[in-house]
């Protein structure tokens, strides 16, 4: 069993910067496929990016050049440094896990067991 909670939502002007992060127990994030997803009202849940277990990384079109995911082995965490925000980054951002080798699909919801509660990230234009 996963257990995963984030924290670093704020509400922040744009152009600014903001760094997310997600305490992972149970399981050391180094053997963990995971991810940062976000949803915004009205809207379906969007993959941000994507980390896996063999360090591969990858981001949403969106979110490239802006965006770092990366995770801390020490204090078993993911982090997702977020610069350059836009209004249209404002959502709940999650911290997604899962214990899979290799995961087909990285950007689907449905490839991963664990989830977050979420923080809220607002970007005031």
């Known amino acids: 069993q996963v257990h995963l909670v984030e924290s670093g939502g704020d509400s922040v002007q744009a152009g600014g910067s903001l760094r997310l992060s997600c305490v992972a127990s149970?399981?050391?994030?180094?053997?963990?496929?995971m991810a940062w997803f976000r949803q915004a009202p009205g809207k379906p849940r969007e993959g941000v990016a994507t980390?896996?277990?063999?360090?591969?990384?990858d981001y949403a079109d969106s979110v490239k050049g802006r965006f770092t995911i990366s995770r801390d082995s020490a204090k078993n965490t993911l982090e997702l440094q977020m610069t350059s925000l836009k209004p249209e980054d404002t959502a709940t951002y999650y911290c997604?896990?899962?214990?899979?080798?290799?995961?087909?699909?990285?950007?689907?919801?449905?490839?991963?067991?664990?989830w977050g509660q979420g923080t809220q990230v607002t970007v005031q234009g």
């Open positions: 997604a896990a899962d214990g899979t080798w290799t995961l087909s699909n990285p950007f689907a919801g449905r490839s991963y067991n664990y």
């Open positions: 149970g399981y050391t994030v180094d053997v963990l496929s």
């Open positions: 980390l896996g277990r063999f360090g591969n990384i």
